[in-house]
């Protein structure tokens, strides 16, 4: 059974850094893009950084320049390297795969594998 499984996430002070991974058990990602996508407190979902199977990255304007997503293929995993991380970075963060033809706005929809999500916190 497909599942995805994020570690890394904790707390820091603005401006310190955090590195989130997520391994993929269970399917065949090289079909798949891989994506980031984060919940803060009364906001929607967001995406945050995405790579398609082509190793092609796009990434939330808030992020650019701060956050480097990368992808092992082989080891089917997902990293997001956050620096000089805000208070507004604070969310649960989930790590989701989905094919071409099922994205949302350029992300993972419902019908994709999601992890279980790493909480991230920002102090000011």
């Known amino acids: 059974q497909a599942r995805l499984v994020e570690s890394g996430g904790g707390s820091v002070q603005a401006g310190g850094s955090l590195t989130l991974s997520c391994q993929a058990f269970?399917?065949?990602?090289?079909?798949?893009?891989m994506a980031w996508l984060r919940q803060s407190p009364g906001k929607d979902r967001e995406g945050v950084a995405v790579?398609?199977?082509?190793?092609?990255?796009n990434y939330a304007d808030s992020v650019k320049g701060r956050f480097t997503v990368s992808r092992d293929y082989a080891k089917n995993s997902l990293t997001l390297q956050m620096n000089d991380l805000k208070p507004e970075d604070t969310g649960m963060y989930y790590c989701?795969?989905?094919?071409?033809?099922?994205?949302?706005?350029?992300?993972?929809?419902?019908?994709?594998?999601w992890g279980q999500g790493t909480q991230v916190t920002v102090s000011s």
């Open positions: 269970g399917y065949t990602s090289s079909r798949y893009y």
């Open positions: 989701a795969a989905d094919r071409r033809g099922r994205l949302v706005n350029g992300y993972p929809g419902p019908q994709g594998y």
């Open positions: 790579v398609d199977y082509d190793g092609n990255s």
